[in-house]
């Protein structure tokens, strides 16, 4: 565990806890959730995969030209601890779904909610949680590498799942992959995804197999493994911050209702036009309300926030903005915000250096297997500064990775639109600016925490 940032109290807990709970590991009320021999408490629904109980094993084969299919547990549940092994062929695609729906009323009834995701591809997102039918991946593997290097591929691998409250976390053969806070599903049936291969004749028949399926479900915060914070976690809740969150000394910049953080760059007020609390979201409605700025200044920081876009919308978050601002001076390095589909933009500048994600009109985003957009719904940013190293992620995903102030990164300034700035990007502190580029565009859960 990476404990350099954690106050000493805090490491202390941690380690008592992680004793008692190694003493304690072996009377763990577990409960089997297979009986070794049939499939009953099990009902199919989906898909046409064939899945069989045997000897100890449940297996499931798909034939091709047929949906997602799902074995589900017939009981719900709600807070618990999962494990289970898990073999899949390589090639394929599977997983296990938690705290899952099937309502005649949503999309005729298709299985959908949280699934612990078992993934053969090079990407290596195994135990990353998706959501099924719904909104897609919430946890992603791609800022956790030691996670994504836990999975055998062709080989037997074990899975650990606590669901507790909100918080959701995941284990791959010992290793802390996801931490996932949302309470979008609080209870919901267990099941075991076949997922489908197309029209791909070559995968058909192939096996995926679980075994040792075991749950606790009396009390089961007493058997939860000791926090990892090591890995990000991802919190989904609206304008909360989560107790990992209060331990590490995030601070809301915006909480849904209080805008104080927030000043126009020319009057020490909230600006009376252009920008409102709706809904416990704050909009910019576009209606030349100009950009606001943070009353703060900040070095070195972790800035979190979600945002939705309008279609066609251009809006932005810059950072290390000239802390003495002037007309015209309002610059700094900006992660933009556009919508990519519909937005001129995001085909000027070079090589997608002004898409979503980027350093505006200087580094594109990188992102082998896609940014993981929602297009119509919130999206999670995160920016972290530690003097002179940047990121940008975009759900979890590292798009950007630069350093400020060498040769490579003036060169770039050099050919931009900013070379006419001699101070650009320069202010080790500086504020955080919302962009009003005459677009609506939606923020909520503006949180920060200080570096040293």
Known sequence: MNTKSLPLSLIILLTTINGLAALAAADAPWKPLFNGSDLAGWTQRGGKAQYNAQQGLIVGRIAPNTANAFLCTDETYADFILEYDMFITPGLNSGVQIRSLSDPAYHNGRVHGYQVEADTAKRAWSAGIYDEARRGWLYPLAANPKARNAFKNG?????????????????????????????????????????????????????????????????????????????????????????????????????????G????????????????????????????????????????????????????????????????????????????????????????????????????????????????????????????????????YLNNILLVKYQRNNQMFNALVARSKYAKYPNFAKHDTGHLLLQDHGDTVYFRSIKIRILP
Not at 160 to 173: K, Q, S, Y
Not at 211 to 237: C, F, G, H
Not at 253 to 258: E, M, S, Y
């Open 155 to 259: 080989q037997w691998n074990h899975f650990r799942v606590e669901a507790i409250g909100p918080h959701l976390r995941t284990f791959l053969n010992g290793i802390p992959c996801a931490d996932l806070v949302d309470d979008m599903t609080p209870n919901g049936f267990i099941a075991l995804q076949v997922h489908n291969i197309g029209k791909n004749q070559t995968l058909a028949n192939l096996p995926v197999k679980w075994r040792n399926l075991r749950i606790i479900t009396d009390q089961p915060e007493k058997w939860a493994l000791p926090l990892d914070y090591s890995i990000p976690q991802v919190n989904l809740m609206p304008n909360t911050l989560s107790p990992r969150e209060r331990d590490l000394g995030y601070q809301f910049l915006f909480d849904g209702a209080n805008v």
């Open 261 to 392: 953080a927030w000043r126009t760059p020319a009057q020490d007020r909230f600006p009376v036009k252009g920008w409102k609390v709706q809904d416990n979201q704050l909009v910019g409605t576009g209606q030349q309300g100009g950009d606001i700025i943070s009353r703060q200044t900040f070095r070195n920081f972790e800035l979190k926030l979600d945002f939705r876009l309008t279609k066609g919308a251009n809006s932005g978050v810059k950072y290390l903005v000239n802390p003495t601002p002037k007309k015209g001076e309002l610059v700094g390095p900006e992660y933009q915000l556009l919508d990519d589909r519909n937005h001129p933009d995001a085909k000027r500048g070079a090589a997608g250096n002004r898409t979503l994600g980027a350093l505006y009109d200087l580094i594109p985003p990188h992102a082998p297997y896609g940014k993981r957009v929602k297009w119509n719904g919130w999206n999670q940013l995160f920016i972290r500064v530690q003097g002179d190293h940047v990121e940008h």
